[in-house]
């Protein structure tokens, strides 16, 4: 699923308004979110969380720069599957 606006504190109604759609697909293209906050990234987490629950995994195509640093802050790389040629996360997709 195209993910098509920000992943934040302001945007999380209508995001949480979808969730039943969104929680349903086991990617997210991110290529056109220009930015996550820790709200986002706890969205993310919870469709993460949703989709183990039904032994699958999460694949992120193309987060912006800004998953990285709060991904590894926050220690939850590792709930999604990350492109394998990325390097810009400590955690990588392992």
């Known amino acids: 699923m195209k993910l098509t606006r920000a992943l934040t504190r302001e ?3 209508a995001w949480w308004a979808e969730r039943n ?8 293209d991110l290529s056109a979110v220009e930015r996550i906050d820790s709200v986002g990234l706890a969205l993310l987490v919870q469709w993460s969380q949703h989709l ?3 032994d699958k995994r999460l ?28 390097s810009r996360s400590q955690h990588g997709s392992e």
């Open 59 to 86: 694949a992120l195509i193309a987060p912006p720069d800004s998953f990285y640093p709060l991904a590894d802050l926050y220690g939850v790389a590792s709930l999604f599957e990350l492109p394998k040629n990325d």
């Open 11 to 13: 945007q999380l109604p």
């Open 21 to 28: 759609t969104l929680f349903a697909e086991c990617s997210a």
């Open 52 to 54: 183990a629950g039904r």
